[in-house]
């Protein structure tokens, strides 16, 4: 056995396989090991489906599994080596119009990453598969390119590409620890020896909470019992092959929560049932490889009548066998793919719940990004760090058969689901609670999405097009516009820099000038080292070396790990991290400085406090940093609070806001306002898949002030020319449904950019979006389509800031606020 290599990557499964094909496919074979303590395929592998699904509604995930599916044609030609792969397609039914909303928004989305979707008529469906019962279906979708695979198969035609590529293969290998060594290399401890090398990659399925342990991590991963059923063939399915008709597609009925396919002639049914349990909540015993449980065919009997009343021949056929094998879940259902946090050079390929359509996509990025030190294309949607320190074993137990039981339910844009909550609440949530807030969560904060009023009941209403909150959100929107409203933004990420050499690195670390004089506030990014933006930050200078940042709440983790991991090694610079310290309330709108100035005696005049300003001052005796920033682009001010201190603040608020009809708002009413500003949110507009300049970020970037992160391949990307411009966009005669994001943008036939978030603004009265086009198409006054739910509205760019694109409201200058 090797004793040293460039990386080991720990997992035998195709997820781990995978990935040390494409490390060796990008140069690294020689230097690239991987050790399974059994045998490839051990693990969830060897008892997988093999099916391909095209459809997801994240736009990572999405990109993924395309390429996945196209880079397993190939490689069965490459090596030799069959796969067993069956492009026979798949059909995914719909049984009512907010299943077929679903697929129209998934379609728009699979257009921008060029995976053809077809949509089917309830006869179309029956001349495709004609055992099936068309009866109260309204239609459906089709995927020609989607199929399934030998799992098995798979994995070792990677293992043999891996191979002869030089890569080493170590079975029966386990790893029984993992070290840092001083020199900051690490060290693969096995019972055939050490292996020392730069960088780990774990992609240990079920096994990933043991091997996170060996590092100090808590993995985010535990996996959910899957049962399907393998039935004994079928006299019309024999009949179909004897006459060389192709296999029918996979069958989906998603609102039954089951998928169907053929095997040897008869069935596999694999229901998604509420109930299944987590497993190996403590870690699988050793030699738990090739471990099945028992059956439970009682949790699985609504899913197989549905099955059965949908295709007949599925109820004639006997039972073969029943498999009952873990599979790894996240919180969400997404895997980890990415760097660790916390320390360098250990990567997770993780929490793979659909790991055979993933795993190609999963190894193509990972060693990209271990390669060439970047991604290719936007991970936020399997980034590891989009999860904190919150997460715990309870926490994933209800969470990963929340996300397990959750997989065929109508994916809403603005779900939320239940379990675990409330988990992490400000001071005031109670409070916000009997005002009528409807909450949500970001980063396991409980956030107020919108506040009920008026008898309407205290629930969330999910729909693809403008549902009962709508209205609500149009009376908070004005309100702010009008009036003055508070917004609890406790949750946002906030973390101080400083020390003796905390100027010089911060300067680097980000593109914009850092703010010159204590009090002055920058909007800052911190890009990757392609020039795409990676992390945004408000930044607050204190004092000489001391700087004050918050960011978006969900990417708390990430954006701290990518600064701590930045940090030079002689401890010039101190990273404290203060977000459960310090509370924060947006009070906006043109009466915000009369309810400022009630309860202080500090001077929030313009000529005193002006915008872009902060100072420490005390509000109804509660000592503060008060921020002249927001992001609803009215007068207003962020108050950053000590939290232990938060319900203080917010009685004498509300107490001294009365006259001025003071009211809280919600997340969905500031996003409907930073549209109308063209506000951008890291996500969505600002990705490391477009660079700073294709996101319209020039008076933020300058690359004058000398070198930064990033500058050198920004400044190329832009002598290349730019692929792609971020564009307002008005939406014309909407209907009852507004952009939501990742809907294609048409010209004619042609595709040609996508809009990245879009909503209804109020205060100017129209549909809105933002997108990415083309150069040449992102003129003010281009006339375009846009894709809303399957119907192609005619769309026209405008200039940003539809809303006061002088900013006389943020500035209050001219007397906009009287």
């Not at 096994?207 to 991963?221: I, N, S």
């Not at 006299?235 to 040897?264: H, I, K, M, T």
């Amino acid at each position: 056995m090797k004793t040293q290599a460039r990386v080991v990557v720990i997992g035998g499964g195709v997820v781990g396989v995978s990935t040390l094909y494409h490390l060796a496919a990008k140069g690294w074979g020689d230097d690239a090991v991987l050790v399974e303590k059994a045998e490839l395929t051990s693990g969830s592998t060897w008892h997988a489906a093999g099916l391909l699904p095209l459809f997801n509604m994240s736009y990572s995930v999405g990109q993924i599994h395309k390429y996945s599916v196209r880079f397993y044609r190939e490689l069965e030609a490459e090596t030799g080596q069959t796969t067993g792969f069956k492009r026979v397609g798949n059909l995914r039914l719909a049984m009512n119009r907010e299943r077929m909303d679903e697929y129209y928004q998934y379609a728009a989305t699979a257009r921008t990453i060029g995976v053809a979707v077809d949509f089917l008529s309830p006869a179309q469906i029956g001349e495709l598969w004609p055992l099936c019962d068309t009866e109260s279906l309204v239609g459906a979708i089709y995927h020609p390119e989607d199929g399934y695979i030998q799992p098995a198969d798979l994995t070792q035609a990677l293992a043999r590409g891996a191979r002869s590529r030089g890569a080493a293969i170590y079975r029966n290998t386990p790893v029984t620890g993992i070290e840092r060594t001083r020199s900051g290399e690490w060290l693969v401890k096995t019972p055939s020896g050490k292996i020392r090398c730069e960088h780990v990659v774990s992609a240990t399925g079920s096994y990933a909470r043991r091997t996170g342990a060996m590092v100090g991590l808590e993995l985010p991963v535990m996996p959910v019992e899957h049962q399907y059923i393998v039935t004994e063939s079928h006299p019309e399915l024999r009949a179909r092959a004897e006459q060389g008709l192709p296999e029918l597609a996979v069958l989906r009925e998603s609102d039954g929560s089951w998928y169907l396919r053929e095997e040897n002639h008869g069935f596999i049914l694999g229901p998604y049932e509420k109930g299944a349990p987590c497993c190996y909540v403590d870690g699988p015993a050793d030699g738990a490889e090739y471990e099945l449980f028992q059956e439970d065919l009682d949790r699985l009997e609504p899913h197989i009548e549905a099955a059965m009343k949908r295709v007949p021949a599925f109820a004639e056929c006997g039972v073969k066998q029943v498999y009952n094998g873990a599979i790894a879940y996240t919180p969400d259902g997404n895997p980890i793919i990415g760097p660790a946090w916390g320390i360098p050079n250990f990567w997770l390929n993780e929490g793979h719940s659909f790991g055979i359509t993933a795993a190609g996509g999963a190894g193509w990025q990972l060693a990209e990004w271990i390669v060439d030190g970047e991604p290719t294309i936007d991970m936020l949607g399997v980034e590891p760090r989009r999860y904190g320190d919150y997460v715990s074993k309870e926490y994933l137990i209800a969470k990963n058969e929340e996300a397990y039981s959750h997989v065929f339910v109508i994916h809403y844009p603005d779900e939320e689901r239940p379990a675990a909550r409330p988990l992490r609440t400000a001071p005031c949530y109670e409070r916000l609670r009997k005002m009528g807030a409807v909450f949500g969560q970001k980063s396991g904060w409980e956030r107020p999405n919108w506040f009920a009023s008026g008898g309407m009941a205290q629930v969330d209403d999910w729909s693809f097009r403008r549902s009962r909150w709508f209205e609500a959100i149009r009376e908070e929107t004005l309100h702010v516009h009008e009036k003055v409203g508070l917004l609890d933004m406790t949750a946002f990420a906030k973390c101080r820099i400083s020390g003796p050499g905390a100027t010089a690195w911060l300067d680097y670390m980000i593109a914009n000038r850092l703010p010159g004089a204590n009090g002055r506030i920058g909007l800052c990014h911190s890009l990757n080292r392609r020039g795409g933006i990676h992390s945004e930050f408000t930044i607050t200078r204190e004092a000489e070396d001391t700087f004050y940042l918050v960011s978006a709440s969900a990417w708390e983790r990430l954006d701290h790990d990518y600064l701590c991991k930045h940090l030079p090694a002689d401890g010039a610079v101190r990273f404290d991290r203060l977000s459960e310290d310090i509370g924060v309330f947006v009070v906006a709108g043109p009466r915000a400085r009369d309810l400022l100035q009630d309860l202080s005696s500090a001077d929030f005049s313009n000529a005193a406090f002006a915008f872009l300003r902060a100072r420490e001052v005390e509000i109804a005796g509660v000592p503060l940093k008060a921020m002249r920033v927001n992001y609803v682009g009215e007068l207003g001010w962020e108050l950053h609070h000590p939290i232990a201190r938060q319900n203080e603040l917010f009685d004498a608020l509300f107490e001294a806001g009365a006259k001025l009809d003071l009211k809280p708002f919600g997340i969905r009413a500031m996003d409907s306002l930073r549209l109308e500003k063209s506000y951008r949110m890291i996500g969505t507009e600002l990705s490391i898949e477009y660079s700073a300049y294709e996101s319209a970020m020039d008076r933020f970037i300058h690359p004058g002030k000398g070198d930064f992160l990033g500058r050198e391949a920004l400044l190329a990307s832009r002598e290349r020319g730019l692929k792609h411009v971020l564009v307002t966009l008005e939406v014309l005669e909407p209907d009852d449904a507004d952009a939501l994001g990742n809907n294609a943008l048409t010209r004619g036939a042609e595709m040609i950019g996508r809009a990245t978030s879009g909503g209804f603004g109020f205060r100017v009265n129209k549909s809105l979006a933002l997108g990415m086009l083309r150069p040449e198409h992102a003129g003010i006054g281009t006339e375009l389509e846009i894709d809303i739910l399957g119907q192609r509205r005619a769309a026209v760019v405008i200039a940003d800031s539809p809303f006061d694109p002088g900013n006389k409201r943020l500035r209050d200058l001219d007397g906009a606020n009287r």
